[in-house]
Every structure is written in C-alpha cells, then in structure tokens.
C-alpha cells in the first residue's frame, strides 16, 4: 500500500513530509554545505545568492566535497567577499573579470598533473563576465573541452556597478545606459546574445538553462552536468530586485514568470542537440511577468501598452515556445 | 608556505549580522483552517487529515474522537460545511472529508478501536435527558472527563433522529448501533424506555450534580385543510419512526409528501422503497427555496420521485388532492394565483418541520422559553444553574454534527461549572483564506468519489445507498488536503532563503528563523504553498 511516488500529494513543493526521505532535494537536507552562508551582503531577494548556493552545494554533494570554486567579478564576487571576510565555506578563488573561464582551466589542468582527477572544477560569474568580458576566454574553454563546470548567474545587466547593459539584457528593458527614451526607448530590438545556444554550437557535452523557481529541477541540471567530463555550461536565470524593480519577495514568482510566458525556456542539451525541453506549466502572456517590474514600466501606461513593443516582446516568447515545443502535457510529474 | 595570494577565514561572514537591515520580520503561525472553523462539532479537521495521509488511521480516528463520538456515522449523515468550505474548490474541487471521515470511523468499528481512557474519576453524577446526537455526544465527553453519567431516552432504543428520523438506506443501523455501544462501554449508564416526565422532581431529588437536556424535537408541525373521515393524513415524523417498528408503516400505491426539506425527501424515499409506485412531493416554492440539500432532492429524483413546484394543499378528499397553484411575485414569493388542479393518492405524508416536546419542563419554573425552543447563555446553561440544554430543543441549525457540537460544548461548561473553575478562553487564530496560499506549489489532483448502488437496487430496498471509500482511495484523498495556514514542512522556505537564515530542526520540529542574518526580503512568506508564514513591520 505504500505510496511510492516521489509526490505522492500532487505537489510541487521542495519536498514533503510523504516523499523519499533518502532522495530528497540537497537544499531540503538539514546538513545541506550552505556553500555560501549567511552574513553577505547581497541586496533583500537576491535571485543570485540563491542560485549560487543552490548550484555550489548540490556540485559539493555530487562530487563529495571535491570542488574548487573560480570565481569571476560580478556582483556574487563583491557581495560575498569583501576584505577581509567571505561567505564561502569551500575551496573558493578569485582573479579578474575577464579571466575566470581561463584560470578554471588551469586549475582543472593542476589537478589532473597532481594526479587529483577527483577534485572537480567549477567556475562562476554573472552575465557581464561570461556574455561580455570573459566571453573569449569561455569560447576557447568550450573549444578545447576543458574539464570545468561554468554557471552563468543571468540578471541581465551589470548590477553591480549600478545597473549599466550587458549583451543578456533584455529588448526594451531600461537599465542605466538604455534609459526609456527617444524613439526606441530601454534596451533596442535585435541586439545582445543567446549564449546558452553559442555554447551548443562549441557541440560541448552538455548546455541547459534553469532559474530559482524549481530548485529539484536547477539541481538535477547540476548533478547531470557533474556526471560528465569536459566543458559544460548551465545558465541560471536569477532576478534582480534591484536592477529589476522588483520588490525582494518577488524574485521567485518572477524567474517563475519568465519560463510560464516562454521567455525564458528551460532546456538541455548534449553534444549540441536539445534533449529535452520542461513543457510550460500554467502558460501566461509575457504582460504578466513584464508588469511587475519597473525596468519595463515604459511599455505601459495607465496599465495599457503604449504601442507594439509589448507585442514585439510576446512574438519573442512565442518563438521560443515553437522552437522548444513548450506547451503540451509533459510525460512525467516532477 | 607562504600563501601566494590573500587567504580569508572561511565563512568570516558571519561577523556580519544581516537581520540588522530587515524592516519586516518573517514569523511562522498557526491559522485557523476554514473546514476546521466550519465544523459545527469543532473538529480538527486537517490534523485529522494529515495525519490519515501518514497513514497513521488509528491516530487520525483518535484526533476526531477528542471531539466527535461519532466518526461512522457523522461520515455518511452530516452535510459538511467543511467541505463547502475547503479552500481546494480554488484548485480544482474541495477535500472530500466526510468520506474520508467515514473510512476512519468504519476502520475504526472493523479493528475495534476503543476511546482513550478517561480522566480520573470527579465524583460527580451528570443526568443526561434524550439520547439523541447531542445527548450521546454530551454523554461521552462528560465520561470522558471523569464524571459519572445517567442517559435517560424516552424510546425504546438510543440514537434519537438518527434511528427515528434518518432512514437505513442513508444510516445503516448496525453502525449506528457500534458507535453507540462504544460509548456504552465506556462506562456511560444508557436507560431506555425512560421518559422524564418532570424536570422539577428530577432536580429536587438531588440525585445528580447537573443535567443536560436534550430531548430534541419530535413533534410534526401540522396543517390544516378540509379531509373527508376515510383520508389518510399522517405526518413524517410518525412514518419514520415507525419504520423502526417490525410492522413497517403502510403507505399505499399513491403518495403525496407535503414539503421541501430533508425530512421529506427521506419520507418520499422511504414510501419509494415500501412499495409505492407514485410518490409525489408538493411543494409550495421553487427548487431553489426547497431547504432541502441538493444532492438529496438529485438522489430523490433519480429514484423517480415527483415534485410539483408551486402547489399548496386546498383539499384531500375521497382519495382526490386539490392542489392550489402558486406564481412567484414580482419579489420571488410564491402567491396564490386561483387556480386548481387535482391528482389521486393514497396518503398524504406532513413533511412540515417539527417542534419540540418540552412538558417535562412546564413545572419547573424560570426557564426562558421563546417560540417553543429553550434559550441558553454561551455555556450552554439555561437561566436555571446546572441544567444545561443543546441540540434540537434550543434555538439553532437543527443537524445530527450541530448537536455532536452542544453536546461537546455542554460537557466541557458542565465540566468547569462542577470543578467551579473558569473555562478557559480558547485562542482563535485568524483564519487561513484561500489568498494566502501560493497555488502554484498544488497540482491539479481529482477527487475520489464515492459511488452509490444503482437504482434498481436503490428503490427496492432499505440498502447504503452510498458505498465507502477503499483504503487507496481515503488515502490519496486525505493527501489533497493543502494545509492551510499550517506547515506541514514542504522546505519551500528553508530552500529558498537566499541568506540561509532558516534552520531546518528535523522531522515533526518544523523551522526556525535565525533573526541575526533574515533580512527580511520575504521570499519565505511568498514561496510558502499554505501561507503559514506572516510578514509583520519591524519596529524602527
């Protein structure tokens, strides 16, 4: 009579009271590393410390505690290390904005020369460094198919030095250098780039996005990405209150958003092919997660749309929900 | 050696305390569910339900016991307000408790579970006059708590309206019989066949500390219209009752029940199930006045029972019914409009609502009696110290679960008055609405039904018309309930904090907040599937 089923109570909570004890989420364990703990100095909500801490943690477990983390400059740099404290509780360096893919290259190939094979590699940054700045030295990590895990935190612009744009932001956002105004006002149609599908053109062993918004699935992409060799790639959607205009409470509701209006389509991919795409739960159009955050009041006024962007923006979900096939019934219950 | 580069502390952050920032302070609560703040018998519904979803039954059975005697048969007759209530119907449909109810309270009389012991003994001896719900129910709960207790029932069995008013085919008699015999054998004294004629003498004679009335109210209202001497006009109190009788009431072929409530939808049914080929119920309102619930006026039609809408009684003579037709006013009551018609029956049964019998009070000076029914204070006390009334006989919704409640509700203020101690206040927490929770976290899951025989079956005898629940099915229905307004420890909160500032404290403990580092974003609150985390300003 036992109940098997990893949800037994139709529920999509991180875990519950009924499910499998032994297989639950490493963010539901009591003696989860909490990789990154309190004390840092990320804003209320941070969508970024979150991610960070879930992806750390879950490559800490898969790989028994042998990872050492590379981190790039970025927000995640400044607010959980300033001198002289940190809030890493691993193996944790850091150099320069640009280099981070680099210097995880060089560590995985100290590691395989000491004969440490098992120590795992894992380099980090936000959408500045790997879209922009370091976006060669990723390239050449892809190409030579280094042994590195990358995790690219999206928030999509440079956060902290004041919400400047990067080539993750998205069309029609404002941020400190794509302020709403003149003809196109926030950021313009038809710029930035779509790095996760650039790292499948490398043909690398495996590329998938995820968010904060389902943690079982952000997590699974991890340990997927941890079972392999060679350069993988995972790209984290993770909302920025601040840069957003977004109250902090809303950070999960709207890295939900982004995926449910098909923005943001969460997929995975190896050697270049996409092997499975998360069919869209509670589809909604991109108004609703555009509206709530105040980067994109423009497109607005008096809670209508001011003209066709709006539209320009649903054609853009739209395409990603057929290029994907997002809507149907998916196969399993997670 | 010497490090190459600049070497920090691991995890130095903590000198840095966050919550300093914070300017709402996250806090777990407890909110009242809305099926629990539903219930007229005051059970804890959803610790019911969580823990019949553990399927841990036995424990589940003894969480309602605490305050309904009577899971078994409270699981097939009460209308539920629960459920109208659940918060699941924003979902897809709402929890079906009361078949989840039933399946413990069946469980329960199969594997013969027997109440918890009770409270040392007081020394106090309670009269409890009337077995029905609220009698039973008040009986139980004052033996529970340790007093000595005398039921008093004028009939010749126990269980009131649920043996002399609900037919067999909707409460089976040998689970009435169970659940009444539990209590029995719990120490409580049951004498039948024993009117109480006179409260005065009852009171006088000292003989016990305090009573509880509850003689319920088993007096058919009555009509009046011209009949001729051979007319058969009975009333559907008398039916029923007599259905208990071995020589089962004789109704004809042709049957009228006058009125729009339960009580004649059971009568149409019964006179259905006695052999009746037309069965007719007249009723002077619309189907949506008809007070009757509306599964049981769907049951009542499927069985092929009649209802004339709009019709009153003008005449019944020679075996010849004139029906007087009604139209609704411009302000939806129903107006006489001259016309007539007329139809042959055998009988017409009075389905017209009942009074209650109150003789054995009319020497007994000083009690606050209002349109035939009793009044009571708060504790449910009359205006004469230590007799104490409930169910049918005082102002209030007349149902079996309504008097469960009084009955409860009496014996603990009986309780307290004979302790002479102060009840004390019971906390009520604001209750768990149905925007509080974040539904996303729910899937969409359908209920389990319960089935019922079919037709040809059903008009032909006195068999459950509704079939129980399997264990799978209970269980997986115990598992729609969402919580609401109570952890029940999903993690949501503990994972999704990005300061790391909850402690997880292990299975059953729940979670903790640590103060020094929660800046008080309020993703927690936001991300908490059954909204039991409350966000309150900060005081700076």
Redesign the interface.
């Known amino acids: 009579m036992k109940n098997t089923q990893a949800n037994p109570k139709g529920i999509y909570t991180i875990s519950n009271r009924l499910g499998d004890q032994a297989n639950r989420a490493v963010q539901a364990s009591e003696d989860r590393p909490n990789s990154l703990t309190s004390g840092h100095r990320a804003c209320q909500g941070c969508g970024e410390a979150l991610g960070a801490r879930i992806v750390v943690d879950a490559a800490l477990r898969a790989a028994k505690g042998q990872i050492i983390v590379v981190n790039a400059t970025g927000c995640l740099e400044v607010f959980s290390t300033p001198y002289p404290e940190t809030a890493w509780q691993t193996a944790w360096v850091h150099s320069l904005f640009g280099n981070a893919p680099a210097v995880a290259t060089g560590v995985a190939a100290a590691m395989e020369v000491k004969g440490r094979g098992n120590v795992r590699v894992l380099a980090q940054g936000g959408d500045g460094s790997t879209t922009d700045i370091g976006f060669g030295c990723l390239s050449g990590m892809f190409e030579r198919n280094d042994d590195v895990l990358y995790v690219c935190y999206d928030n999509q612009a440079y956060m902290n030095t004041g919400v400047q744009r990067s080539s993750a932001t998205p069309p029609t956002a404002r941020t400190a250098t794509t302020p709403p105004v003149g003809s196109e006002p926030g950021n313009v149609f038809g710029t930035g780039k779509n790095v996760p599908l650039i790292a499948m053109a490398h043909q690398i062993p495996y590329v998938a996005t995820a968010t904060v918004a389902d943690v079982q699935d952000l997590e699974a992409k991890v340990f997927k990405a941890m079972s392999m060799r060679g350069a993988r790639y995972l790209h984290v959607l993770v909302p920025c209150p601040l840069g957003w205009g977004s109250p902090p409470r809303e950070t999960i509701n709207l890295a939900r958003l982004a995926v449910q209006c098909g923005l943001f389509p969460l997929f995975e991919a190896e050697n270049g092919t996409v092997t499975r795409a998360t069919k869209i739960r509670q589809p909604v159009p991109v108004e609703n997660y555009l509206k709530p955050q105040r980067r994109f009041a423009h497109l607005f006024k008096g809670g209508k749309p001011v003209d066709d962007r709006l539209a320009r923006m649903q054609e853009m979900a739209d395409a990603n929900i057929s290029r994907f096939n997002l809507l149907g019934h998916e196969e399993t219950c997670k | 050696m010497k490090p190459f580069?600049?070497v920090?502390?691991?995890?130095?952050?903590?000198?840095?305390?966050?919550g300093s920032?914070r300017t709402e302070r996250p806090s777990y609560a407890h909110r009242l569910p809305p099926c629990n703040n539903a219930c007229p018998a005051g059970e804890n519904i959803q610790e019911w339900l969580s823990l019949a979803?553990?399927?841990k039954y036995e424990e589940a059975w003894r969480e309602i016991v605490k305050n309904n005697p009577f899971p078994a048969i409270m699981g097939r007759v009460c209308y539920h307000p629960c459920e109208n209530a659940c918060n699941r119907v924003t979902i897809e449909s709402p929890v079906g408790i009361n078949s989840v109810e039933r399946f413990l309270g069946d469980k329960a009389i199969r594997d013969k579970w027997a109440f918890d012991r009770p409270a040392a003994k007081s020394g106090k001896k309670v009269l409890v006059i009337g077995a029905g719900p609220a009698g039973l129910s008040a009986a139980y709960h004052l033996a529970r708590l340790g007093h000595k207790v005398t039921v008093k029932e004028s009939l010749k069995k126990a269980g009131g309206m649920l043996r002399y008013g609900i037919p067999q085919y909707r409460l089976p008699r040998k689970i009435l019989d169970a659940e009444i015999k539990r209590i029995v054998d719990y120490g409580v004294e049951l004498e039948v066949n024993k009117k109480v004629t006179n409260l005065a003498e009852v009171v006088e004679s000292k003989a016990f500390d305090a009573v509880f009335l509850s003689v319920g109210a088993h007096i058919a209202k009555l009509t009046e219209f011209p009949t001729s001497p051979r007319s058969r006009v009975l009333d559907a109190v008398a039916v029923l009752r007599d259905m208990e009788n071995r020589e089962k009431p004789k109704l004809g072929k042709r049957v009228v029940v006058y009125g729009g409530g339960n009580t004649a939808m059971d009568v149409a049914r019964t006179a259905k199930r006695l052999g009746a080929k037309e069965v007719t119920i007249v009723y002077r309102r619309t189907r949506e006045k008809m007070p009757a619930h509306s599964f049981e006026i769907d049951e009542a039609l499927q069985e092929g029972i009649k209802i004339k809408f709009l019709v009153t009684i003008k005449k019944y003579q020679n075996k010849k019914l004139t029906l007087g037709k009604m139209a609704l006013d411009a302000k939806g009551y129903p107006q006489p409009t001259g016309k007539n018609e007329t139809m042959e029956t055998d009988c017409i049964v009075l389905a017209l609502g009942q009074d209650s019998d109150l003789a054995l009070l009319e020497k007994f000076p000083g009690l606050e009696i209002a349109d035939g029914a009793l009044k009571v204070d708060s504790r449910m006390m009359t205006s004469h110290a230590g007799v104490f009334a409930g169910g049918d006989m005082i102002p209030f919704e007349r149902t079996a679960t309504t008097g469960v409640g009084h009955g409860k509700k009496a014996a603990r203020s009986i309780d307290a008055w004979l302790r002479k101690v102060e009840q004390p206040a019971t906390e009520k927490h604001p209750l768990a609405t149905a925007e509080r929770l974040n539904k996303?976290?729910?899937?969409?899951?359908s209920e389990n039904k319960r089935k019922l025989i079919d037709i040809a079956h059903r008009t032909k005898t006195f068999d459950e018309v509704q079939l129980g629940l399997s264990?799978?099915e209970a269980?997986?229905e115990s598992?729609?309930c969402l919580s609401c307004g109570n952890c029940?420890?999903?993690?949501?909160c503990?994972?999704?904090?990005?300061?790391?500032?909850i402690r997880?404290l292990?299975?059953g403990k729940g979670f903790k907040i640590?103060y020094?580092?929660c800046?008080?974003?309020?993703?927690c609150?936001?991300?908490c599937?059954c909204g039991c985390i409350e966000m309150t300003p900060e005081d700076i």
């Open positions: 580069a600049t920090l502390e691991v995890g130095t952050s903590l000198n840095n305390h966050t920032w979803e553990q399927e996303w976290y729910y899937a969409e899951v264990e799978a269980l997986n598992r729609r029940f420890e999903c993690d949501n503990y994972g999704v904090c990005p300061d790391n500032a997880k292990g299975a640590d020094d580092y800046k008080g974003c309020g993703l609150a936001a991300e599937p």
